[in-house]
Nanobody, 121 residues
Framework: QVRLVESGGGSVQAGGSLRLSCSAS????????MAWHRQTPGKQRELVAL???????EYTDSVKGRFTISRDYARNTVYLQMNSLTPEDTAVYYC???????????????WGQGIQVTVSS
């Protein structure tokens, strides 16, 4: 079964930058949306940014102008460039995708294992 593998998290001071990456663990038939969500303790997981197959993107208001989502279709990879980070961005970030693993199966949702981003003041 395909997995989403995340990398690039870590700790940074406020005002710094990090770049998250997420790749499918194997070649799949087709990918629809790739996105990043985040979650802090006691709160619901929230959408941060998404990249649709048609190239359109969407961001939550709090990251507009600071975060950029991009996608490498050939590598089945999505990136999240995070600039001007603040302590409020501290969270576990999860990669998400809905995709067809094979041409004979249906479309399913997949989540990465989560990666910690910590921003200190």
């Amino acid at each position: 079964q395909v997995r989403l593998v995340e990398s690039g998290g870590g700790s940074v001071q406020a005002g710094g930058s990090l770049r998250l990456s997420c790749s499918a663990s194997k070649t799949v038939f087709s990918i629809n949306t790739m996105a990043w969500h985040r979650q802090t303790p006691g709160k619901q997981r929230e959408l941060v940014a998404l990249f649709r197959d048609n190239g359109s993107t969407e961001y939550t208001d709090s990251v507009k102008g600071r975060f950029t989502i991009s996608r490498d279709y050939a590598r089945n990879t999505v990136y999240l460039q995070m600039n001007s980070l603040t302590p409020e961005d501290t969270a576990v970030y999860y990669c998400y995708s809905d995709l067809w693993e094979t041409d004979y199966g249906g479309k399913h949702d997949y989540w990465g294992q989560g990666i910690q981003v910590t921003v200190s003041s």
